[in-house]
């Protein structure tokens, strides 16, 4: 069983940065993919990003590709996202997602432990 919290949304500038978090509890998070998903209202949700268990092996879409960057320190049990270049269209509630067993994927039905999200709004 894992439990996820993720922390660090807020309001920011078109343009701007905000890293998000996502602590872990739980044994043997590092066993665990991680992935990060957002939804606005009125819309599917979308996937962001996704990590594998070392870190050495990250995906993207289009979409955020070179302004995201997803991490992870496992000896925190945490994973990061950072949010470079934001943009009004990236405003969402963001959620990470854990899955064991499976290699990096960007199907949310693929994720079995989920955190609460945190609200990301960009003004422009």
């Known amino acids: 069983q894992v439990q996820l919290i993720e922390s660090g949304g807020g309001l920011v500038q078109a343009g701007g940065s905000l890293r998000l978090s996502c602590a872990a509890s739980?044994?043997?998070?590092?066993?665990?993919?991680v992935g990060w998903f957002r939804q606005a209202p009125g819309k599917e949700r979308e996937f962001v990003a996704t990590i594998n268990w070392s870190g050495g092996s990250t995906y993207y879409p289009d979409s955020v590709k070179g302004r995201f960057t997803i991490s992870r320190d496992n000896a925190k049990n945490t994973v990061y996202l950072q949010m470079n270049s934001l943009k009004p269209e990236d405003t969402a509630v963001y959620y990470c997602?854990?899955?064991?067993?499976?290699?990096?994927?960007?199907?949310?039905?693929?994720?079995?432990?989920w955190g609460q999200g945190t609200q990301v709004t960009v003004s422009s």
């Open positions: 739980g044994r043997a998070f590092s066993n665990y993919i």
């Open positions: 997602a854990a899955a064991r067993g499976i290699g990096l994927s960007r199907t949310a039905l693929d994720y079995d432990y």
